[in-house]
């Protein structure tokens, strides 16, 4: 939506409540229209600093671990939840036991992982053999799947966060000797978005090479 048409329609949904307010619309448009584009402007910017892994990222994880903990998994079971986040694991749930009112978002997230892994199962037994995880974070389904053969996994992030994820997965309780995986970084797509990655993960043959 260009900026012209963006403030008109805010306009017209402005002027359609001031006229049951009583506010002067003249004198509040030009504020609101200078709202509307800062909101618009921190919806479409990058959220991480350059060379930094995303912070949302480990917030969700956090969340996902802490369910396992205090709701036992009831929603969703990821038995690699703890192991990948590491030290930062007992911080997630310690802000969590703290912080009752996060409950909310901590259950949907879980159930938001529940419902696409679900879909995901549901489709590889249906025959897809290629399952993309856009925006993966520390999301752990490629690392717990029971692959059958000739499925690949193609994780996509942000490089940074991909680094870091490639890292944790060093941990010896998350190395699997049954996968291959592999890192490669993608084309340049915008000036915005210069630096994405791939994970591509799928059954270990013979050789060692997936």
């Not at 229209?33 to 892994?53: H, I, V």
């Not at 986040?85 to 997630?92: E, F, I, M, V």
């Not at 291959?180 to 970084?185: E, G, I, L, Y």
Request: proline fraction near 4%.
């Amino acid at each position: 939506m260009n900026r012209r048409l963006h403030d008109h329609l805010g306009d017209f949904l402005a002027a359609e409540t001031d006229v049951k307010t009583g506010i002067d619309v003249s004198r509040e448009l030009p504020r609101r229209r200078a709202d509307r584009r800062q909101r618009a402007e921190r919806l479409t910017s990058p959220s991480m600093q350059e060379g930094q892994f995303s912070r949302t990222a480990l917030g969700a994880a956090g969340h996902r671990a802490a369910h396992q903990i205090l709701e036992g998994g009831f929603f969703f079971a990821d038995p690699l939840a703890l192991p990948i986040l590491g030290a930062d694991a007992q911080a997630a749930i310690d802000k969590a036991k703290a912080e009752p009112l996060r409950r909310g978002l901590r259950l949907f997230i879980a159930l938001r992982s529940r419902f696409a892994e679900e879909s995901a199962h549901a489709a590889i037994a249906r025959g897809v053999r290629q399952v993309v995880v856009l925006g993966a974070g520390f999301d752990t389904f490629a690392y717990r799947l029971a692959a059958p053969a000739g499925l690949r996994v193609f994780e996509v992030d942000h490089l940074a966060t991909q680094a870091e994820k490639r890292r944790r997965l060093e941990s010896p309780s998350l190395r699997m000797s049954s996968m291959s995986v592999a890192t490669s970084r993608l084309r340049r797509s915008s000036a915005r978005w210069p630096r994405w990655a791939s994970i591509r993960i799928g059954p270990r043959s013979s050789s060692g090479s997936a």
